[in-house]
């Protein structure tokens, strides 16, 4: 359980706790209906418990223990503990008024990735945005927003970029397609100031961006834009994220998660090298 309580983010522990649930009941021969009736909930509560997508009751998670015959003091106290951690708030929590719900999961899981892996064709990954490019893609993504919401998500996503500038920052490697950097978002001046933080953010050791070329013609990237977060608790399966307008999706399944793996490994292969990006960049930057 060492490297459970370790985990830096409330959104891992609700996952890692789930997980462990699950292999507790399983073990059992229990099913999800009957472990649901124990607690007074629903087979779909029990089910969304162990992926990790609603908080725990620690009355809740006791009790399932002792159906699934878990009577070691030291292992329940252990998992209880866990619910316990699981259920404290992130600092995003309190973005809500303008965080779509199924994002939370994402900033949660952002949070303590150990490696991200990213692909995007529109724009700039949200995590490289100047305040000035994301307020003006915001803005065109939301254009019933007050100014004062868009403010706030800019606000959000500032914050979240701190998590690359900080002492755990993950590693993290972009491939931007090169349209994404051809169209004009926000004007001449907010594209040259996105451009340029691009290559101060290409510098770091841990952050490594890559431009998929107009020139290389067809590529690996034909499903759209995706990320692949990798984690270092070893409980902990990579998660591949896709974004929709209104949703998202979460694949775990590692048949899923394997195939965007494969594709992000073939357009790291297929872009420009590091220092080919630089080269692109700085001509992009210097066009008229």
């Known amino acids: 359980m060492g490297s459970v309580q370790s985990s830096g983010s409330s959104t891992v522990r609700r996952i890692l706790l789930g997980s462990q649930l699950r292999r507790l009941r399983e073990a059992k021969g229990i099913t999800r209906e009957d472990a649901g009736y124990s607690i007074r909930a629903s087979e779909s ?3 969304r418990m162990e992926l990790g997508r609603v908080g725990f009751k620690e009355r809740d998670v006791a009790d399932l223990l002792s159906l699934y015959g878990v009577h070691d003091d030291t292992e329940r106290r252990a998992l ?33 990735a150990g490696l991200i892996r990213t692909y995007e064709v529109q724009y700039v990954p949200g995590l490289l945005q100047t305040a000035d490019y994301a307020r003006a893609v915001i803005s065109l993504g939301q254009p019933d927003a007050t100014a004062e919401e868009v403010e706030r998500r800019v606000s959000l996503r500032m914050q979240r970029q701190k998590l690359l500038l900080s ?7 972009a491939v931007i397609d090169e349209a994404a950097l051809r ?15 691009l290559v ?28 692949v977060l990798s ?53 992009i930057v210097q066009l008229p």
């Open 200 to 227: 101060d953010m290409a510098r770091h050791p841990h952050v490594t961006i890559q431009v998929m070329p107009f020139s290389f013609g067809g590529h690996s990237g034909e499903c759209g834009a995706f990320t």
């Open 80 to 112: 209880i503990g866990l619910a316990r951690e699981a259920s404290s708030a992130g600092w995003w929590h309190s973005y809500t008024d303008v965080l779509p719900h199924w994002f939370q999961t994402y900033v949660g899981l952002e949070e303590a």
């Open 231 to 283: 984690f270092p608790q070893d409980d902990l399966p990579d998660i591949a994220y896709l974004e929709q307008l209104t949703g998202a999706m979460y694949l775990d399944k590692p048949e899923d998660v394997n195939q965007y793996s494969r594709a992000m490994e073939r357009l790291r292969a297929q872009s420009e090298t590091r220092e080919q990006t630089l080269e692109a960049l700085a001509k």
């Open 167 to 173: 002492e755990r920052a993950p590693r993290y490697h």
């Open 45 to 47: 509560k029990i089910s």
């Open 183 to 197: 169209r004009p978002i926000g004007g001449e001046n907010v594209m040259c100031g996105q451009v340029e933080r």
